[in-house]
């Protein structure tokens, strides 16, 4: 697998973005955490929200796919205003997205391929020895092979991951929104990751979303940036216009590591 970044324009011969993002406000109580948020995911891309912790991108992506509700603002996915539709017709672009969370979020009691399979058992729509080629499918998808009878706690935190990437393509989406699929994870399990989310963009034709803190993950397998801080969009772009940026945080953001080891001010220690 190459690890080629293809650029955003490759992804914009559709006019119309399959997620966009305009004005959006999400408050938690009184916190106005979410603030006037404007962006585009475009068709067919890997799209990276990159910030600090505790910045919003979690809030955002559980605000993108419906489990926290906007305080004004719109969200349009495949151009169409989610604020105009029915629940029934919210349920059904809902139906088109998945989401792998951080960690992966598996059930401990059930073995690999019972997780895989979950999505389609609660759709109730196939035998149980279906369900279980078809996870088996899947896992040989994330290179998980032989896997399929594996507790969760038999598994490292890169195959738990990709465990929870199979999960999620059970539902075949046309959008994946990935929360973290890397931290915690050494560099050979990152790598995986960021393998598989390029290998799903480019053969399966999914729009990614992925939020990340890592520059490294973005880098490798993302066509357009957006940066949230505090809560705001401060960038949207692309990599180099992202490298470019002149905005004093995101340089900072940005910078090696090895330079921020060089600049560390002896009067702040
Ligand atoms: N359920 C919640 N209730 C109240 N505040 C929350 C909740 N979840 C997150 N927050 C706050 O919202 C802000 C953004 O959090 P989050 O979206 O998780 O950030 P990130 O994913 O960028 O680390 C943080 O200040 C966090 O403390
Ligand atoms: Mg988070």
């Known amino acids: 697998m190459t690890t080629m970044n293809l650029p955003a324009s490759s992804f914009t011969d559709s006019p119309i973005p399959m997620i966009s993002v305009r004005k959006a406000n999400f408050f938690y109580g009184d916190i106005h955490i979410l603030k006037n948020i404007t962006f585009n995911v475009p068709v067919g891309g890997v799209t990276a929200i990159l910030g600090a912790s505790a910045s919003g991108k979690t809030t955002l992506l559980r605000t993108l796919i419906g489990l926290n509700q906007l305080r004004g603002g719109e969200i349009w996915i495949k151009g169409q205003n989610l604020n105009e539709l029915s629940e029934a017709r919210h349920q059904r672009i809902w139906k088109q997205m998945a989401i792998v969370f951080q960690h992966g979020a598996l059930f401990d009691s059930l073995t690999a391929w019972e997780n895989v399979g979950f999505p ?87 729009t990614s979303v992925l939020v990340t803190h890592q520059l490294s993950t973005a880098f490798r397998v993302s066509n357009s940036f957006i940066f949230l801080h505090a809560g705001e969009v401060i960038f949207e772009g692309d990599a180099d216009e992202l490298m470019g940026s002149k905005d004093p945080y995101i340089q900072r953001f940005i910078q090696p590591p090895s330079r921020a080891y060089r600049t560390v001010n002896p009067e702040h220690l």
């Open 120 to 206: 389609l058992y609660e759709r109730r729509s196939l035998p149980m020895s279906e369900i279980r080629k078809e996870a088996e499918r899947l896992l040989e998808m994330v290179d998980l092979q032989g896997a399929a009878d594996l507790t969760i706690d038999q598994c490292s935190g890169g195959m738990q991951m990709r465990i929870a990437i199979a999960r999620a393509f059970a539902s075949s989406p046309e959008i994946i929104l990935y929360d973290e699929p890397t931290s915690g994870l050494d560099p050979i399990a990152r790598d995986l990751i960021c393998d598989l989310i390029q290998k799903q963009q480019i053969q399966q034709k999914v």
